[in-house]
């Protein structure tokens, strides 16, 4: 008995049980009401229970506690079948528990209980619908890790439980070090189904929220948590507010996903290239592959590992497309910029007809595809129908082009400069300028690839910068250009001169994407920075955090 914890009586006055009673009490426990079995005892080979005191029998600790005595926070299970409680509750009222309920002490009281329920929560919830005081208890040491190993496994292999409440009670498994193989070895399910349950538990809020409401399948579920979060973002904005009424299915998911992948070997730029789109890098080290999700996606084969992010596929597309077009250009012949649409042919470009296909380059000029599978490649062409005017005509359209190109990166220059001025000017008219342009750039840098502020850092701004609260209703409604007016106006109210804009972009820098698994922009600013002390006692610092953020046994926000 641990010092300090008040002793729970099983067995009124002092009873002895003998080694047979201990046979039959384990081969036959809901039979048999512990009073009856200590009441039918013989004294020989008999084992003393002192009054007030526990059965302790082969290692096995059983109690009778108040229900009011066990902390139950530790539980993931939060949905029950209400038929199936009712009748669980039923039988225990007319026959008694069958099976105790599991239970460890605690090293620590938590809302002044020092027991916590490890399995039998449904057990739990049928004596309370049953009026009943207490409930017998099989008392086990064990740690946090443990009783939610045996948590998860109970619910699993006795009833099985909803899908999200699986999926987080892997996540957490695996938050807690224990690998997929281990996990898999544990339950005794395949290797997938951990990575699809670990998968489903990393889903965004509205599609997790979707599955534990039954208006997602699981197998849809599953299909949305091999996608990387922005992907999963983006549909939830454009598809699931018109969704909401109805289950949606693995199929409706597909279909939306189905232009989301494609094939990295088909791409026209080199997979090691980190120059094209720095803020992305190179494709071979992007963790948002097919490869990169391990057993979530199964390949068809050898070179088909795919990108999963859409859109950063078409910034490098685009500027892959305007470098070959520039390589492949002189002054006195630009490159032909091919279309392989038949219709609806873009302005400036040759539509199929209009060009052949060569392997030879005299007699050949030089063009780049602007559109369909072969896009950014380039080839030489011979030009078809075309006559030596409409050739001429067509150079010259192309070289009006280029200078219409080139006027306009030389009124941006101009337009730069002239701001520049501005900027260096001391008086009250520079300082404003500067002051927009402070706010706009802290504006860009919280929304960069975003339509709403990351969650987190939002949360920090509140709290040190006193950002106003944002009710989910009014976040809702605001979108587009309205979200952005409602950042700026924060960044205003907040920060109304140079040095406090400044002040605020630095932390704006130093926070963010917190909630992002893919960059980790504090790291980056850790490794620039090449301080010391940034590092020292890190994981202690972190544990600290989380503990004073989370209840260290359920892991729930603490209010």
């Given amino acids: ?56 029998l082969m290692g096995i600790e059983l109690r009778h506690f108040p229900l009011d005595a066990l902390y139950i926070g530790g539980n ?21 528990l069958i099976q105790p309920i599991t239970v460890r002490p605690l090293a620590e009281p938590v809302e002044g209980k020092y027991f916590a329920l490890v399995a039998g929560a449904r057990r739990y919830a049928a004596h309370e619908r049953a009026g009943l005081p207490t409930i017998l208890c099989n008392v086990r040491e064990m740690s946090a890790q443990q ?59 509205t599609w997790l929220r979707a599955l534990r409401a039954d208006k997602l399948t699981l197998a849809a579920a599953e299909e949305l948590a091999r996608w990387p979060q922005a992907v999963q973002a983006r549909l939830a904005a454009e598809n699931y507010k018109n969704q909401r009424d109805a289950t949606l299915s693995e199929s409706t998911v597909k279909y939306w996903l189905q232009s989301e992948t494609h094939i990295l070997s088909a791409a026209p730029w080199g997979l090691y290239d980190a120059n094209l789109y720095p803020q ?25 590992d795919s990108c999963l992010d859409k859109g950063c596929w078409g910034v490098k597309l685009a500027r892959r497309t305007a470098l070959a077009i ?63 005017a409409a050739q001429k005509n067509h150079q010259e359209a192309q070289q009006e082009a280029r200078r219409k190109r080139l006027t306009q990166q030389a009124t941006k220059s101009v337009l730069a400069g002239r701001v520049v001025v501005l900027l260096g000017q001391p008086d009250e008219e520079g300082g404003q300028v500067r002051r927009v342009l402070l706010g706009e750039a802290i504006t860009e840098r919280l929304l960069h690839h975003r339509t709403a502020l990351d969650e987190l850092v939002l949360a ?24 952005r007016q409602w ?67 359920t892991l729930r926000a603490r209010s």
């Fill in 1 to 56: 008995m641990v010092p300090g914890r008040p002793p729970y009586p099983v067995l009124s006055g002092s009873r002895v049980v003998t080694r047979q009673t201990v046979k039959i009490l384990f081969s036959n426990m809901g039979a048999l009401k512990l009073e009856t079995l200590a009441a039918a005892a013989e004294p020989t080979e008999a084992i003393a229970l002192q009054p007030v005191a526990a059965v302790a």
């Fill in 76 to 96: 993931y299970r939060t949905a029950m079948s209400a038929p199936g409680l009712e009748e669980l509750t039923e039988s225990i009222r007319h026959s008694g």
């Fill in 147 to 205: 009783a939610e190993e045996a948590r998860l496994i109970e619910n699993v292999q006795r009833e099985n439980p909803h899908p999200a409440d699986e999926a987080v009670a892997v996540g957490k498994l695996s938050e807690n070090g224990a690998t997929y193989q281990e996990i898999a070895s544990r339950l005794g399910k395949p290797l997938r189904w951990v990575a699809q349950r670990k998968a489903v538990s990393q889903l965004v809020g």
């Fill in 280 to 304: 992305a890098g190179a494709c071979a080290t992007c963790p948002k592959r097919s490869s990169c999700a391990g057993v979530l996606f199964e390949q068809p084969g050898k070179g088909k």
């Fill in 326 to 388: 520039k390589e492949n250009s002189t002054d006195q012949q630009p490159a032909y910029l091919l279309s392989s649409r038949s219709y609806e042919t873009p302005a400036g470009a040759l539509s199929p007809g209009r060009y052949e296909v060569s392997k030879k380059k005299k007699g050949t000029v030089a063009g780049v595809f602007i559109d369909g599978p072969q896009q950014a490649h380039a080839v030489r062409i011979l030009l078809v129908g075309l006559s030596a």
């Fill in 460 to 483: 920090h701004l509140v709290r040190d910068w006193k950002w106003s609260v944002m009710l989910d209703k009014t976040r809702k409604a605001l979108r587009g250009d309205e979200y």
């Fill in 487 to 553: 950042v700026r106006a924060q960044v205003q109210a907040t920060a109304p001169t140079e040095e406090v804009l400044t002040r605020l972009l630095l932390y704006v820098l130093a926070h963010h994407d917190l909630s992002s698994e893919y960059n980790d922009q504090q790291q980056k600013v850790v490794t620039l920075l090449n301080r010391p002390e940034l590092t020292q006692g890190l994981a202690e610092a972190a544990q600290d955090r989380l503990a004073q953020q989370y209840d260290p046994l």
